[in-house]
C-alpha cells in the first residue's frame, strides 16, 4: 500500500483491502451508577480464492464477521457473539463516511438487522444486543501522524475516534437497560494476509483531563515495535516509538485454550514523563473464533503525567498468546454451510485449508 495521509470522509468507508474492521468499545452506566462496557466489531476480509482450492462460483469476494461482548461489570459477567459470516445489504457503503447494514445469513435478504450509520460526527451503533448512539468530541487521532503506519514492512492504515459521548440502550440477561458513557472507535486496514501469526497487546486510554491516547505492541517474528499516538483536550496530537509496555503480577489462565493472559500493566512514555497502570475491571474475558483466541476488556488507569495524578478508564485487547485452540475444522464446516445458505442455487463451496492465514 502507497503510504499517504488518511483522507476524510473516503476513508470511513470500506477499502479493496485483504482485511479491515470497524471497532467500537466503551465503558457505561446505567441510571443507578452501575458500570457495564461493550465491545461492537464488524470485520470483513478479501479471501485471495485460488482456482485449484475453490470452485469459480463464489457467491462475492468479501466476507464479513460480526463479534460483539456486553458485560456487567459488578457482577463480573460477560456476554459474548460471534457471527461466523454476516450479510450486507445491497445500499451498504454507498454514502460518503460510514454507512453499512448487516444481518446473519438467517435473516431475509436485506434486513437491515445491525447496523453502523454515520452522519457527521454522529455514530449510531445496532448490534445484538447494543443500540446506542454516539457522538464524537474531536477530531480523529492519525495513529503515527498520518495514519500509516509501518512495522516489519506490514503496513496498515489505522484512525481513531477517541472521545464519544455514548446514550442509548443494552441487553443484559434480557433486560433493557438505557445507559449512557464514553465510546472509542478504531478503524484499520491493511494487505497483509497472515496477521494471525503476530501478536499485540492494546490499549486505548481516556483520562478525566480528557486527554486520550492509544499505545500497543505489535510483535513479528519475535520482534517487537511499540507506538503511542496522543490526543489533548484541544486537538493537538502528539506519537512516540519510544515507550516500555510491560506486564505485571496479575494473570488468568484459559480453561478451554490455556492460553495465559497478563491483565495488568506498566506504559511509560518517558518523553512526556507518563506513567500509566492499566488493569483489568473483569476475568475471563477471552473471545475464540476460528483458530484465533484473544482477550478484550475493560480496564481502569491510574496515571503519573508530569507528577499529577489522573485517574481514568478503557478498553484492553491481548492477542497472539500460545493456545491448544485450534477448531479450523469446525470452522470450515460453520462457513461451508454459511456459504450454502446465501448461494440460490447450492453450488458447492470449498473452503481453503489454509484459512487461518487470512
Known amino acids: 500500500m502507497e503510504k499517504r495521509k488518511?483522507?476524510?470522509?473516503?476513508?470511513?468507508?470500506?477499502?479493496?483491502?485483504?482485511?479491515?474492521?470497524?471497532?467500537?468499545?466503551?465503558?457505561?452506566?446505567?441510571?443507578?451508577?452501575?458500570?457495564?462496557?461493550?465491545?461492537?466489531?464488524?470485520?470483513?476480509?478479501k479471501l485471495p480464492f485460488r482456482k485449484h482450492k475453490i470452485l469459480p462460483k463464489i457467491p462475492r469476494k468479501d466476507f464479513y464477521f460480526y463479534h460483539s461482548i456486553i458485560t456487567d461489570i459488578e457482577q463480573n459477567k460477560f456476554f459474548p457473539h460471534i457471527d461466523y459470516i454476516v450479510r450486507t445489504t445491497s445500499d451498504s457503503f454507498r454514502k460518503d463516511g460510514l454507512n453499512v447494514f448487516f444481518s446473519p445469513t438467517t435473516a431475509i435478504r436485506d434486513l437491515k438487522f445491525y447496523y453502523i450509520q454515520q452522519s457527521n460526527n454522529e455514530y449510531n451503533i445496532k448490534g445484538e444486543n447494543i443500540d446506542l448512539r454516539l457522538i464524537s468530541q474531536k477530531p480523529a487521532l492519525l495513529e503515527n501522524k498520518t495514519g500509516y503506519v509501518n512495522f516489519f514492512d506490514r503496513p496498515t492504515f489505522y484512525y481513531s475516534l477517541t472521545d464519544m459521548t455514548t446514550k442509548g440502550k443494552i441487553i443484559v440477561n434480557g433486560e433493557m437497560i438505557e445507559v449512557t458513557g464514553k465510546s472509542w472507535m478504531d478503524h484499520q486496514w491493511s494487505n497483509v494476509s497472515d496477521v494471525t501469526k503476530d501478536h499485540w497487546n492494546w490499549f486505548s486510554i481516556q483520562l478525566e483531563n480528557g486527554l486520550e491516547m492509544v499505545?500497543?505492541?505489535?510483535?513479528?517474528?519475535?520482534?517487537?515495535?511499540?507506538?503511542?499516538?496522543?490526543?489533548?483536550?484541544?486537538?493537538?496530537?502528539?506519537?512516540?516509538?519510544?515507550?516500555?509496555?510491560?506486564?505485571?503480577?496479575?494473570?488468568?489462565?484459559?480453561?478451554?485454550?490455556?492460553?495465559?493472559?497478563?491483565?495488568?500493566?506498566?506504559?511509560?512514555?518517558?518523553?512526556?514523563?507518563?506513567?500509566?497502570?492499566?488493569?483489568?475491571?473483569?476475568?475471563?474475558?477471552?473471545?475464540?473464533?476460528?483458530?484465533?483466541?484473544?482477550?478484550?476488556?475493560?480496564?481502569?488507569?491510574?496515571?503519573?503525567?508530569?507528577?499529577?495524578?489522573?485517574?481514568?478508564?478503557?478498553?484492553?485487547?491481548?492477542?497472539?498468546?500460545?493456545?491448544?485452540?485450534?477448531?479450523?475444522?469446525?470452522?470450515?464446516?460453520?462457513?461451508?454451510?454459511?456459504?450454502?445458505?446465501?448461494?440460490?442455487?447450492?453450488?458447492?463451496?470449498?473452503?481453503?485449508?489454509?484459512?487461518?492465514?487470512?
Open 6 to 45: 488518511i483522507k476524510f470522509p473516503e476513508d470511513e468507508s470500506k477499502h479493496d483491502t485483504i482485511g479491515e474492521w470497524w471497532y467500537f468499545n466503551g465503558n457505561l452506566k446505567d441510571k443507578k451508577g452501575r458500570q457495564y462496557s461493550y465491545m461492537n466489531t464488524l470485520f470483513r476480509i
Open 215 to 358: 499505545c500497543y505492541e505489535y510483535g513479528h517474528n519475535r520482534q517487537s515495535a511499540y507506538l503511542a499516538t496522543i490526543i489533548h483536550p484541544d486537538g493537538r496530537q502528539e506519537t512516540f516509538n519510544d515507550l516500555v509496555i510491560k506486564p505485571l503480577d496479575r494473570q488468568w489462565t484459559s480453561p478451554s485454550t490455556k492460553a495465559v493472559y497478563d491483565l495488568a500493566w506498566e506504559i511509560e512514555i518517558p518523553e512526556r514523563q507518563i506513567k500509566l497502570c492499566v488493569e483489568s475491571k473483569v476475568k475471563n474475558h477471552e473471545m475464540n473464533f476460528l483458530s484465533i483466541n484473544y482477550w478484550e476488556s475493560p480496564i481502569t488507569i491510574k496515571a503519573l503525567i508530569n507528577g499529577k495524578r489522573i485517574n481514568g478508564f478503557g478498553y484492553m485487547e491481548l492477542a497472539g498468546r500460545p493456545s491448544v485452540f485450534n477448531n479450523l475444522a469446525l470452522l470450515r464446516s460453520k462457513i461451508s454451510g454459511e456459504i450454502s445458505k446465501i448461494n440460490p442455487k447450492n453450488r458447492v463451496v470449498s473452503v481453503p485449508e489454509d484459512l487461518e492465514n487470512y
